[in-house]
């Protein structure tokens, strides 16, 4: 008897431990979508270009990163993700006015220093409360 309530109760440890694992879900999502987003027209400022994965023009800064992050909680994956790529794209512009740049090209997506070069997507990681974009790209004239 006392094996079998020991065996309960290493199953019962083995189960809340793969509960307690932290969530990290790869997500590919639409560029656009994001860029549509009703708050984007307060957040993205539209004198910056904004190029995905390519773009011409005079770069003078390379390898500028962003990695942006937001809470989850009450929201979906999607639209945390939006948000934390607004805020990462955002950040880019900044950059871009402060250095006299006129807009942002070869923009790819740098989660953990990953290159994903992509025109259409975008990589987002949505954890258990928080969901990241990390974007890297050049400033150009």
């Not at 932290?22 to 560029?31: C, F, M, N, P, T």
């Not at 962003?66 to 948000?83: I, P």
Request: charged residues 25%; contains cysteine.
């Amino acid at each position: 008897m006392k094996k079998i309530a020991q065996l309960f109760m290493l199953t019962g440890l083995l189960a809340s431990v793969s509960v307690a694992q932290a969530r990290d879900d790869k997500l590919l999502l639409s560029i656009q979508d994001a860029l549509n987003m009703p708050e984007a027209k307060k957040i993205i400022d539209p004198k910056v270009k904004l190029y995905f994965a390519q773009g011409s023009g005079k770069v003078i800064k390379a390898g500028l990163v962003t990695n942006r992050k937001t809470s989850g909680v009450g929201k979906t994956d999607e639209a945390a993700c939006h948000w934390a790529f607004l805020a990462a794209v955002k950040q880019l512009q900044q950059q871009a006015v402060a250095e006299n740049a006129s807009k942002v090209v070869n923009i790819v997506s740098f989660y953990k220093k990953n290159v994903m070069a992509d025109s259409k997507k975008y990589e987002c990681h949505a954890g258990g409360v928080v969901v990241g974009v990390a974007l890297k790209g050049d400033l150009a004239r």
